[in-house]
DNA sequence: GTTTATTGTCTCAATTTATTACAATAATAC
DNA sequence: GTATTATTGTAATAAATTGAGACAATAAAC
Protein backbone atom coordinates (compact mmCIF):
# COMPACT_ATOMS: atom_id res chain seq x y z
CA UNK A 1 0.00 0.00 0.00
CA UNK A 2 0.74 3.75 -0.33
CA UNK A 3 1.45 4.15 3.38
CA UNK A 4 4.64 2.47 3.24
CA UNK A 5 5.69 4.35 -0.31
CA UNK A 6 5.57 0.24 -1.71
CA UNK A 7 3.20 0.36 -3.83
CA UNK A 8 4.60 0.04 -7.32
CA UNK A 9 3.48 2.33 -10.06
CA UNK A 10 2.89 0.56 -13.17
CA UNK A 11 5.90 1.30 -15.60
CA UNK A 12 5.45 1.32 -19.73
CA UNK A 13 7.95 -0.53 -20.26
CA UNK A 14 5.80 -3.60 -18.66
CA UNK A 15 2.49 -2.37 -20.34
CA UNK A 16 0.90 -1.81 -24.05
CA UNK A 17 0.42 1.99 -23.89
CA UNK A 18 -2.95 3.83 -24.79
CA UNK A 19 -4.30 0.56 -24.44
CA UNK A 20 -6.86 0.00 -21.39
CA UNK A 21 -9.35 -2.37 -20.65
CA UNK A 22 -12.98 -1.95 -18.22
CA UNK A 23 -14.89 -4.30 -17.03
CA UNK A 24 -18.51 -4.03 -16.34
CA UNK A 25 -18.92 -7.19 -13.51
CA UNK A 26 -22.81 -8.59 -13.86
CA UNK A 27 -24.38 -10.06 -10.53
CA UNK A 28 -27.90 -10.43 -9.80
CA UNK A 29 -29.55 -11.13 -6.09
CA UNK A 30 -32.72 -11.83 -6.82
CA UNK A 31 -34.86 -8.66 -7.37
CA UNK A 32 -32.13 -5.78 -9.26
CA UNK A 33 -29.28 -6.63 -11.69
CA UNK A 34 -25.97 -4.70 -10.09
CA UNK A 35 -22.27 -4.43 -10.88
CA UNK A 36 -19.33 -4.06 -9.00
CA UNK A 37 -17.98 -0.16 -8.82
CA UNK A 38 -14.96 1.04 -6.81
CA UNK A 39 -14.32 3.94 -5.37
CA UNK A 40 -10.62 5.34 -5.04
CA UNK A 41 -8.67 6.42 -1.28
CA UNK A 42 -9.68 9.87 -0.30
CA UNK A 43 -11.18 10.87 -3.38
CA UNK A 44 -14.76 10.45 -4.25
CA UNK A 45 -14.23 9.43 -7.08
CA UNK A 46 -16.05 5.96 -8.90
CA UNK A 47 -15.03 3.61 -11.89
CA UNK A 48 -15.24 0.43 -13.28
CA UNK A 49 -12.62 -1.90 -12.11
CA UNK A 50 -9.98 -2.18 -15.55
CA UNK A 51 -6.39 -2.01 -15.75
CA UNK A 52 -4.21 -2.72 -18.58
CA UNK A 53 -2.26 -5.16 -20.97
CA UNK A 54 1.05 -6.29 -20.64
CA UNK A 55 3.52 -6.49 -23.61
CA UNK A 56 3.53 -9.93 -24.27
CA UNK A 57 -0.09 -10.92 -22.74
CA UNK A 58 -3.51 -11.64 -24.89
CA UNK A 59 -6.32 -8.74 -24.93
CA UNK A 60 -8.78 -11.38 -23.58
CA UNK A 61 -6.19 -12.94 -21.07
CA UNK A 62 -5.45 -9.09 -18.89
CA UNK A 63 -9.15 -9.04 -18.56
CA UNK A 64 -9.10 -12.35 -16.82
CA UNK A 65 -6.69 -11.67 -14.72
CA UNK A 66 -7.88 -8.69 -13.54
CA UNK A 67 -11.27 -10.21 -12.91
CA UNK A 68 -9.06 -13.19 -11.07
CA UNK A 69 -7.64 -10.56 -8.98
CA UNK A 70 -10.99 -8.61 -7.71
CA UNK A 71 -13.02 -11.45 -7.66
CA UNK A 72 -10.94 -14.05 -6.83
CA UNK A 73 -13.35 -16.53 -9.21
CA UNK A 74 -11.49 -18.29 -12.52
CA UNK A 75 -13.30 -19.08 -15.78
CA UNK A 76 -15.68 -16.72 -15.09
CA UNK A 77 -17.87 -15.85 -18.20
CA UNK A 78 -16.13 -12.57 -20.09
CA UNK A 79 -17.78 -11.29 -23.23
CA UNK A 80 -15.85 -7.76 -25.11
CA UNK A 81 -18.71 -5.31 -26.12
CA UNK A 82 -17.15 -2.76 -27.29
CA UNK A 83 -13.67 -0.33 -27.73
CA UNK A 84 -13.97 2.86 -26.57
CA UNK A 85 -11.73 5.28 -28.96
CA UNK A 86 -12.68 9.32 -28.78
CA UNK A 87 -10.06 11.56 -27.75
CA UNK A 88 -12.46 13.76 -25.02
CA UNK A 89 -12.78 10.42 -23.23
CA UNK A 90 -9.45 10.30 -21.58
CA UNK A 91 -8.99 13.23 -18.98
CA UNK A 92 -5.57 13.23 -17.88
CA UNK A 93 -6.47 15.17 -14.79
CA UNK A 94 -8.19 12.91 -12.94
CA UNK A 95 -5.80 9.89 -13.40
CA UNK A 96 -3.58 12.77 -11.71
CA UNK A 97 -6.38 13.34 -9.35
CA UNK A 98 -6.29 9.81 -7.63
CA UNK A 99 -2.62 9.50 -8.22
CA UNK A 100 -2.35 12.58 -6.24
CA UNK A 101 -4.78 11.42 -3.36
CA UNK A 102 -2.63 8.39 -3.03
CA UNK A 103 0.58 9.69 -2.51
CA UNK A 104 2.31 9.86 -6.30
CA UNK A 105 3.86 12.52 -7.81
CA UNK A 106 4.26 12.19 -11.31
CA UNK A 107 6.09 13.63 -14.36
CA UNK A 108 3.55 15.49 -16.74
CA UNK A 109 5.01 12.94 -19.19
CA UNK A 110 3.90 9.85 -17.18
CA UNK A 111 2.54 7.23 -19.79
CA UNK A 112 -1.00 6.96 -17.92
CA UNK A 113 -1.74 10.74 -18.48
CA UNK A 114 -1.77 10.10 -21.84
CA UNK A 115 -4.43 9.44 -24.11
CA UNK A 116 -6.30 5.69 -23.87
CA UNK A 117 -8.53 3.83 -25.52
CA UNK A 118 -10.32 1.10 -23.51
CA UNK A 119 -11.74 -2.42 -24.50
CA UNK A 120 -14.97 -2.99 -22.44
CA UNK A 121 -15.70 -6.60 -21.38
CA UNK A 122 -18.57 -7.60 -19.32
CA UNK A 123 -18.79 -10.67 -16.92
CA UNK A 124 -21.15 -12.69 -15.46
CA UNK A 125 -20.75 -13.89 -11.85
CA UNK A 126 -22.79 -15.61 -9.07
CA UNK A 127 -23.88 -12.70 -6.53
CA UNK A 128 -23.25 -14.62 -3.60
CA UNK A 129 -20.26 -17.01 -4.51
CA UNK A 130 -18.02 -13.53 -4.39
CA UNK A 131 -16.24 -11.35 -1.92
CA UNK A 132 -14.75 -8.45 -4.24
CA UNK A 133 -11.13 -7.10 -3.80
CA UNK A 134 -10.48 -3.63 -3.72
CA UNK A 135 -7.14 -2.53 -5.67
CA UNK A 136 -4.18 -0.56 -4.58
CA UNK A 137 -5.13 2.61 -5.44
CA UNK A 138 -8.67 1.70 -4.36
CA UNK A 139 -11.11 2.22 -1.17
CA UNK A 140 -13.42 -0.37 -1.92
CA UNK A 141 -15.40 -2.00 -4.70
CA UNK A 142 -19.27 -2.47 -4.00
CA UNK A 143 -22.16 -3.65 -6.12
CA UNK A 144 -24.37 -1.04 -6.93
CA UNK A 145 -28.00 -1.39 -8.57
CA UNK A 146 -28.05 -0.21 -12.39
CA UNK A 147 -30.54 1.78 -11.38
CA UNK A 148 -29.03 3.48 -8.64
CA UNK A 149 -25.21 4.01 -9.26
CA UNK A 150 -22.72 6.79 -8.63
CA UNK A 151 -21.62 9.52 -10.81
CA UNK A 152 -18.80 7.61 -12.64
CA UNK A 153 -15.51 8.67 -14.02
CA UNK A 154 -14.23 9.72 -17.63
CA UNK A 155 -16.85 7.58 -19.87
CA UNK A 156 -17.64 5.06 -17.39
CA UNK A 157 -21.60 5.61 -17.09
CA UNK A 158 -22.05 5.20 -21.45
CA UNK A 159 -19.74 2.13 -20.84
CA UNK A 160 -22.11 0.70 -18.16
CA UNK A 161 -24.67 1.54 -20.08
CA UNK A 162 -23.53 0.05 -23.33
CA UNK A 163 -23.06 -3.12 -21.62
CA UNK A 164 -26.43 -3.61 -20.34
CA UNK A 165 -27.75 -3.14 -23.27
CA UNK A 166 -25.62 -5.34 -24.91
CA UNK A 167 -26.51 -8.01 -21.81
CA UNK A 168 -30.49 -7.38 -23.29
CA UNK A 169 -29.39 -8.03 -26.66
CA UNK A 170 -27.61 -10.85 -25.89
CA UNK A 171 -30.22 -12.06 -23.14
CA UNK A 172 -31.61 -14.92 -25.47
CA UNK A 173 -28.49 -16.27 -27.25
CA UNK A 174 -25.93 -16.35 -24.58
CA UNK A 175 -27.67 -18.62 -21.56
CA UNK A 176 -27.23 -15.54 -19.03
CA UNK A 177 -28.96 -17.33 -16.14
CA UNK A 178 -26.35 -20.08 -16.30
CA UNK A 179 -23.82 -17.82 -14.84
CA UNK A 180 -25.37 -15.47 -12.62
CA UNK A 181 -26.79 -18.10 -10.88
CA UNK A 182 -25.97 -20.98 -8.51
CA UNK A 183 -25.89 -24.36 -9.89
CA UNK A 184 -28.98 -24.85 -8.76
CA UNK A 185 -31.98 -22.66 -8.89
CA UNK A 186 -36.11 -22.73 -9.21
CA UNK A 187 -37.83 -21.25 -12.44
CA UNK A 188 -39.08 -18.06 -10.16
CA UNK A 189 -35.19 -17.49 -9.57
CA UNK A 190 -34.31 -17.93 -13.34
CA UNK A 191 -37.37 -16.17 -14.31
CA UNK A 192 -36.13 -13.23 -11.78
CA UNK A 193 -32.68 -12.83 -13.30
CA UNK A 194 -34.58 -12.32 -16.75
CA UNK A 195 -36.72 -9.63 -15.39
CA UNK A 196 -34.07 -7.73 -13.97
CA UNK A 197 -31.93 -7.57 -17.16
CA UNK A 198 -35.13 -6.82 -19.40
CA UNK A 199 -36.29 -4.61 -16.59
CA UNK A 200 -40.20 -5.77 -17.04
CA UNK A 201 -42.30 -8.40 -15.74
CA UNK A 202 -42.93 -11.69 -17.58
CA UNK A 203 -45.55 -13.74 -17.70
CA UNK A 204 -44.67 -17.15 -14.94
CA UNK A 205 -46.66 -19.34 -17.90
CA UNK A 206 -45.34 -18.23 -20.70
CA UNK A 207 -41.70 -18.15 -19.59
CA UNK A 208 -42.37 -21.55 -17.93
CA UNK A 209 -43.13 -22.87 -20.66
CA UNK A 210 -40.41 -21.30 -23.58
CA UNK A 211 -37.66 -21.87 -21.24
CA UNK A 212 -38.88 -25.60 -20.58
CA UNK A 213 -39.47 -25.97 -24.44
CA UNK A 214 -35.45 -24.91 -24.87
CA UNK A 215 -34.52 -28.58 -23.64
CA UNK A 216 -31.62 -26.50 -21.75
CA UNK A 217 -32.71 -27.68 -18.12
CA UNK A 218 -32.65 -30.72 -15.72
CA UNK A 219 -34.88 -30.95 -13.27
CA UNK A 220 -33.96 -32.50 -10.04
CA UNK A 221 -36.53 -34.37 -7.68
CA UNK A 222 -34.80 -32.94 -5.09
CA UNK A 223 -36.64 -30.08 -3.76
CA UNK A 224 -36.30 -26.29 -2.02
CA UNK A 225 -37.99 -26.15 0.80
CA UNK A 226 -38.67 -22.43 2.72
CA UNK A 227 -42.30 -20.85 1.49
CA UNK A 228 -45.48 -21.02 2.76
CA UNK A 229 -46.39 -22.89 -0.04
CA UNK A 230 -45.70 -26.46 -2.71
CA UNK A 231 -42.09 -26.53 -3.14
CA UNK A 232 -41.15 -26.23 -6.69
CA UNK A 233 -38.23 -28.13 -8.31
CA UNK A 234 -34.74 -27.50 -8.60
CA UNK A 235 -33.46 -27.06 -12.16
CA UNK A 236 -29.93 -26.54 -13.43
CA UNK A 237 -28.74 -26.27 -16.81
CA UNK A 238 -27.81 -29.09 -18.93
CA UNK B 1 4.18 5.87 -55.14
CA UNK B 2 7.43 4.02 -54.00
CA UNK B 3 8.77 4.22 -57.81
CA UNK B 4 10.10 7.58 -57.11
CA UNK B 5 10.77 7.01 -53.24
CA UNK B 6 8.54 9.45 -52.40
CA UNK B 7 6.03 7.49 -50.55
CA UNK B 8 6.35 8.48 -46.85
CA UNK B 9 6.18 5.54 -44.22
CA UNK B 10 4.07 6.07 -41.68
CA UNK B 11 5.63 7.76 -38.27
CA UNK B 12 4.86 7.13 -35.06
CA UNK B 13 4.79 10.35 -33.91
CA UNK B 14 1.74 11.07 -35.66
CA UNK B 15 -0.08 7.93 -35.00
CA UNK B 16 -1.27 5.59 -31.60
CA UNK B 17 1.75 2.52 -31.91
CA UNK B 18 0.05 -0.50 -31.34
CA UNK B 19 -3.27 0.06 -32.04
CA UNK B 20 -4.92 -0.18 -35.87
CA UNK B 21 -8.20 -0.80 -37.64
CA UNK B 22 -9.35 -3.40 -39.73
CA UNK B 23 -12.50 -2.91 -41.88
CA UNK B 24 -14.68 -5.79 -43.70
CA UNK B 25 -16.40 -3.73 -46.08
CA UNK B 26 -20.02 -5.24 -47.52
CA UNK B 27 -21.43 -4.83 -50.55
CA UNK B 28 -24.19 -7.04 -52.70
CA UNK B 29 -24.30 -7.54 -56.19
CA UNK B 30 -28.01 -9.07 -56.11
CA UNK B 31 -26.91 -12.57 -55.76
CA UNK B 32 -23.61 -12.76 -53.56
CA UNK B 33 -22.41 -11.07 -50.47
CA UNK B 34 -19.28 -9.60 -51.48
CA UNK B 35 -16.27 -7.69 -49.24
CA UNK B 36 -13.75 -5.70 -50.32
CA UNK B 37 -10.22 -7.04 -50.74
CA UNK B 38 -6.54 -5.60 -51.73
CA UNK B 39 -3.80 -6.98 -52.91
CA UNK B 40 -0.61 -5.80 -52.21
CA UNK B 41 2.08 -5.10 -54.74
CA UNK B 42 4.56 -7.90 -56.01
CA UNK B 43 3.57 -9.95 -52.76
CA UNK B 44 0.14 -12.18 -53.75
CA UNK B 45 -0.91 -11.14 -50.23
CA UNK B 46 -4.37 -10.25 -49.35
CA UNK B 47 -5.67 -8.61 -46.84
CA UNK B 48 -8.54 -6.14 -45.47
CA UNK B 49 -8.17 -2.78 -45.60
CA UNK B 50 -7.47 -0.97 -42.41
CA UNK B 51 -5.41 1.76 -41.05
CA UNK B 52 -3.70 3.52 -38.20
CA UNK B 53 -5.22 6.00 -35.56
CA UNK B 54 -3.75 9.34 -35.45
CA UNK B 55 -2.46 10.56 -32.08
CA UNK B 56 -5.45 13.06 -32.23
CA UNK B 57 -8.32 11.43 -33.94
CA UNK B 58 -11.17 9.51 -32.51
CA UNK B 59 -11.23 5.77 -33.47
CA UNK B 60 -14.56 5.87 -35.02
CA UNK B 61 -13.26 9.01 -37.17
CA UNK B 62 -9.82 7.45 -38.34
CA UNK B 63 -12.34 4.59 -39.90
CA UNK B 64 -14.53 6.83 -41.74
CA UNK B 65 -11.53 8.43 -42.92
CA UNK B 66 -10.27 5.39 -44.01
CA UNK B 67 -13.14 4.07 -45.72
CA UNK B 68 -13.57 7.92 -47.73
CA UNK B 69 -10.12 7.54 -49.03
CA UNK B 70 -10.54 4.04 -50.39
CA UNK B 71 -14.66 4.01 -51.29
CA UNK B 72 -15.09 8.40 -51.79
CA UNK B 73 -17.76 8.06 -50.28
CA UNK B 74 -18.95 9.92 -46.70
CA UNK B 75 -21.72 9.19 -44.31
CA UNK B 76 -21.11 5.15 -44.69
CA UNK B 77 -22.88 2.88 -42.44
CA UNK B 78 -20.05 1.57 -40.31
CA UNK B 79 -20.50 -0.45 -37.37
CA UNK B 80 -17.53 -1.93 -34.52
CA UNK B 81 -17.67 -5.22 -33.83
CA UNK B 82 -14.62 -6.66 -32.06
CA UNK B 83 -11.31 -5.82 -31.05
CA UNK B 84 -8.66 -8.78 -32.04
CA UNK B 85 -6.04 -8.23 -29.13
CA UNK B 86 -4.07 -11.70 -29.25
CA UNK B 87 -0.25 -11.93 -29.21
CA UNK B 88 0.06 -14.20 -31.80
CA UNK B 89 -1.97 -12.83 -34.09
CA UNK B 90 0.91 -9.96 -35.02
CA UNK B 91 2.97 -11.21 -37.30
CA UNK B 92 6.06 -9.14 -37.81
CA UNK B 93 7.36 -10.97 -41.00
CA UNK B 94 4.48 -10.45 -43.40
CA UNK B 95 4.56 -6.61 -42.49
CA UNK B 96 8.16 -6.68 -43.48
CA UNK B 97 7.74 -8.39 -46.03
CA UNK B 98 5.06 -6.34 -47.85
CA UNK B 99 7.20 -3.56 -47.23
CA UNK B 100 10.22 -5.04 -48.58
CA UNK B 101 8.32 -5.68 -52.41
CA UNK B 102 7.52 -1.94 -51.84
CA UNK B 103 11.59 -1.16 -51.64
CA UNK B 104 11.40 0.01 -47.94
CA UNK B 105 14.04 -1.49 -45.93
CA UNK B 106 12.48 -0.83 -41.93
CA UNK B 107 14.81 -0.97 -39.21
CA UNK B 108 13.91 -3.71 -36.42
CA UNK B 109 12.28 -1.45 -34.13
CA UNK B 110 9.89 0.02 -36.91
CA UNK B 111 6.89 0.67 -35.02
CA UNK B 112 4.88 -1.57 -37.54
CA UNK B 113 6.67 -4.06 -37.19
CA UNK B 114 5.78 -4.54 -33.11
CA UNK B 115 2.51 -5.86 -31.64
CA UNK B 116 -1.08 -4.87 -32.92
CA UNK B 117 -4.37 -4.64 -31.23
CA UNK B 118 -6.99 -4.29 -34.31
CA UNK B 119 -10.42 -3.14 -33.47
CA UNK B 120 -12.61 -4.25 -36.53
CA UNK B 121 -15.35 -2.16 -38.14
CA UNK B 122 -18.07 -3.23 -41.09
CA UNK B 123 -19.19 -1.20 -43.31
CA UNK B 124 -22.53 -1.56 -45.99
CA UNK B 125 -22.08 0.09 -49.24
CA UNK B 126 -23.98 0.19 -52.42
CA UNK B 127 -22.27 -2.19 -54.61
CA UNK B 128 -22.93 -0.38 -57.74
CA UNK B 129 -22.25 3.30 -56.54
CA UNK B 130 -18.18 2.98 -55.48
CA UNK B 131 -15.00 2.72 -57.48
CA UNK B 132 -13.18 1.81 -54.84
CA UNK B 133 -9.34 2.87 -54.71
CA UNK B 134 -5.97 0.55 -53.72
CA UNK B 135 -3.68 2.50 -51.63
CA UNK B 136 -0.09 3.00 -51.83
CA UNK B 137 1.14 -0.25 -51.01
CA UNK B 138 -1.58 -2.10 -52.84
CA UNK B 139 -1.98 -3.38 -56.21
CA UNK B 140 -5.48 -3.53 -56.52
CA UNK B 141 -8.74 -3.76 -54.51
CA UNK B 142 -11.80 -6.09 -55.76
CA UNK B 143 -14.78 -7.38 -54.93
CA UNK B 144 -14.44 -10.92 -53.76
CA UNK B 145 -17.74 -13.47 -52.79
CA UNK B 146 -17.33 -14.29 -48.94
CA UNK B 147 -17.46 -17.74 -50.55
CA UNK B 148 -14.61 -17.43 -52.44
CA UNK B 149 -12.32 -15.59 -50.62
CA UNK B 150 -8.39 -16.00 -51.29
CA UNK B 151 -6.11 -16.78 -47.98
CA UNK B 152 -6.03 -13.74 -46.12
CA UNK B 153 -2.68 -12.18 -44.42
CA UNK B 154 -2.65 -13.30 -40.34
CA UNK B 155 -6.05 -13.33 -38.98
CA UNK B 156 -8.04 -11.44 -41.15
CA UNK B 157 -10.10 -15.00 -42.44
CA UNK B 158 -11.24 -14.51 -38.31
CA UNK B 159 -11.91 -11.13 -38.54
CA UNK B 160 -13.81 -11.41 -42.29
CA UNK B 161 -15.59 -14.59 -39.74
CA UNK B 162 -16.57 -12.48 -37.25
CA UNK B 163 -18.43 -10.17 -39.50
CA UNK B 164 -20.38 -11.83 -41.56
CA UNK B 165 -21.65 -13.51 -38.12
CA UNK B 166 -22.20 -10.22 -36.76
CA UNK B 167 -23.99 -9.03 -39.77
CA UNK B 168 -26.48 -11.91 -39.25
CA UNK B 169 -27.06 -11.44 -35.92
CA UNK B 170 -27.94 -7.67 -36.91
CA UNK B 171 -29.90 -8.25 -39.94
CA UNK B 172 -33.46 -7.79 -38.06
CA UNK B 173 -32.79 -4.94 -36.22
CA UNK B 174 -30.17 -3.07 -37.82
CA UNK B 175 -32.28 -2.23 -41.70
CA UNK B 176 -28.92 -3.85 -43.45
CA UNK B 177 -30.94 -3.92 -46.35
CA UNK B 178 -31.00 0.15 -46.80
CA UNK B 179 -27.58 0.25 -46.95
CA UNK B 180 -26.80 -2.34 -49.24
CA UNK B 181 -29.16 -1.21 -51.82
CA UNK B 182 -30.21 2.16 -54.01
CA UNK B 183 -32.65 4.01 -53.11
CA UNK B 184 -35.53 2.64 -54.68
CA UNK B 185 -35.50 -1.20 -54.90
CA UNK B 186 -38.12 -3.73 -56.02
CA UNK B 187 -39.18 -6.90 -53.05
CA UNK B 188 -37.11 -9.27 -55.19
CA UNK B 189 -33.83 -7.50 -54.63
CA UNK B 190 -34.46 -6.85 -51.14
CA UNK B 191 -35.28 -10.95 -50.39
CA UNK B 192 -31.80 -11.19 -52.42
CA UNK B 193 -29.83 -9.39 -50.14
CA UNK B 194 -31.68 -10.99 -46.84
CA UNK B 195 -30.98 -14.15 -48.38
CA UNK B 196 -27.34 -13.68 -49.47
CA UNK B 197 -26.77 -12.25 -45.95
CA UNK B 198 -28.73 -15.50 -44.59
CA UNK B 199 -27.19 -18.10 -46.75
CA UNK B 200 -30.49 -19.13 -47.59
CA UNK B 201 -33.72 -19.30 -49.41
CA UNK B 202 -36.53 -17.61 -48.04
CA UNK B 203 -40.07 -17.91 -48.97
CA UNK B 204 -41.10 -15.35 -51.23
CA UNK B 205 -44.77 -14.79 -50.30
CA UNK B 206 -44.16 -14.56 -46.24
CA UNK B 207 -40.94 -12.69 -46.82
CA UNK B 208 -43.42 -10.27 -48.34
CA UNK B 209 -45.69 -10.63 -45.45
CA UNK B 210 -43.20 -10.18 -43.28
CA UNK B 211 -41.46 -6.73 -44.55
CA UNK B 212 -44.46 -4.81 -45.00
CA UNK B 213 -45.89 -5.79 -41.69
CA UNK B 214 -42.78 -4.06 -40.07
CA UNK B 215 -44.53 -0.76 -41.76
CA UNK B 216 -40.24 0.44 -42.36
CA UNK B 217 -40.97 0.95 -46.74
CA UNK B 218 -42.99 2.81 -48.58
CA UNK B 219 -43.93 1.94 -51.71
CA UNK B 220 -43.99 4.23 -54.85
CA UNK B 221 -46.25 3.71 -57.85
CA UNK B 222 -43.63 4.40 -60.09
CA UNK B 223 -42.87 0.71 -61.84
CA UNK B 224 -39.30 -0.97 -62.60
CA UNK B 225 -39.28 -2.21 -66.21
CA UNK B 226 -37.68 -4.70 -67.85
CA UNK B 227 -38.59 -8.47 -67.44
CA UNK B 228 -41.24 -10.08 -69.28
CA UNK B 229 -43.57 -10.64 -66.32
CA UNK B 230 -45.56 -8.20 -64.51
CA UNK B 231 -43.59 -5.16 -63.49
CA UNK B 232 -43.04 -4.64 -59.64
CA UNK B 233 -43.07 -2.10 -57.40
CA UNK B 234 -40.43 0.00 -56.04
CA UNK B 235 -39.92 0.36 -52.55
CA UNK B 236 -37.91 3.07 -50.63
CA UNK B 237 -37.12 2.70 -46.52
CA UNK B 238 -39.36 5.37 -44.69
C1' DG C 1 -52.40 -13.12 -79.99
C1' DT C 2 -50.07 -16.54 -77.34
C1' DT C 3 -46.56 -17.76 -74.24
C1' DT C 4 -43.53 -17.03 -70.30
C1' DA C 5 -41.88 -15.53 -65.98
C1' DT C 6 -42.80 -13.00 -62.11
C1' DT C 7 -45.77 -10.30 -59.10
C1' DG C 8 -49.40 -9.07 -55.58
C1' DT C 9 -52.73 -10.98 -52.89
C1' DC C 10 -55.67 -14.37 -50.80
C1' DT C 11 -56.78 -18.69 -48.31
C1' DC C 12 -56.26 -22.31 -45.26
C1' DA C 13 -53.31 -25.23 -42.36
C1' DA C 14 -49.74 -25.57 -39.00
C1' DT C 15 -47.33 -23.77 -35.39
C1' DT C 16 -46.35 -20.74 -31.74
C1' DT C 17 -47.59 -17.60 -28.13
C1' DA C 18 -50.88 -15.41 -24.81
C1' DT C 19 -54.27 -15.92 -21.30
C1' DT C 20 -57.02 -18.17 -18.11
C1' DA C 21 -58.04 -21.77 -15.08
C1' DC C 22 -57.29 -25.05 -11.56
C1' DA C 23 -55.65 -28.74 -8.71
C1' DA C 24 -51.47 -29.72 -5.77
C1' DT C 25 -48.92 -28.67 -1.72
C1' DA C 26 -45.37 -26.75 1.91
C1' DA C 27 -45.47 -23.76 5.55
C1' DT C 28 -48.21 -20.99 8.75
C1' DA C 29 -52.02 -19.69 11.78
C1' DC C 30 -55.24 -21.31 14.64
C1' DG D 1 -54.95 -31.64 13.43
C1' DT D 2 -57.33 -28.52 10.18
C1' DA D 3 -58.05 -24.43 7.61
C1' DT D 4 -55.54 -20.79 5.31
C1' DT D 5 -52.21 -18.83 2.29
C1' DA D 6 -49.05 -18.30 -1.37
C1' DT D 7 -46.95 -20.36 -5.02
C1' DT D 8 -46.26 -24.13 -8.21
C1' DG D 9 -46.97 -27.37 -12.29
C1' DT D 10 -49.80 -28.24 -15.96
C1' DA D 11 -53.74 -28.31 -18.87
C1' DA D 12 -57.18 -26.01 -21.80
C1' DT D 13 -58.45 -22.53 -24.78
C1' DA D 14 -58.01 -18.20 -27.49
C1' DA D 15 -55.19 -15.31 -30.27
C1' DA D 16 -51.45 -14.37 -33.18
C1' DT D 17 -47.91 -15.62 -36.28
C1' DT D 18 -45.91 -18.35 -39.86
C1' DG D 19 -45.89 -21.97 -43.57
C1' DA D 20 -47.44 -23.55 -47.93
C1' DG D 21 -50.05 -23.30 -51.84
C1' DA D 22 -53.28 -21.26 -55.29
C1' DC D 23 -54.44 -17.92 -58.60
C1' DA D 24 -55.40 -13.92 -61.31
C1' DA D 25 -52.69 -9.92 -63.24
C1' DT D 26 -49.38 -8.35 -66.51
C1' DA D 27 -44.88 -6.71 -69.08
C1' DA D 28 -42.10 -8.41 -72.39
C1' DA D 29 -40.78 -12.05 -75.86
C1' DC D 30 -42.17 -14.80 -79.57
Redesign the interface.
Known sequence: MNKNGDLNLPLVKDY????AYDSVIFGCNGEQLKILILEYHNTNLFALPGGF?K??????SAVARGLRERTGLDHIYLE?F??????LRSRPEVMKTLLKANGYEVPEDYWLLQ?F?T?AYYALINYDEVQPMPDALSDSINWYSIEELPPLIMDHSVIVKTAVQTLKDNLEKKLVGMNLLPAKFTMRELQQVYEAVLGEKLRRTTFQRKILGLDILSRHEKLFSGGAHKAPYLYSFK
Open positions: IPHLVRNENLDQHAFGDTRIV
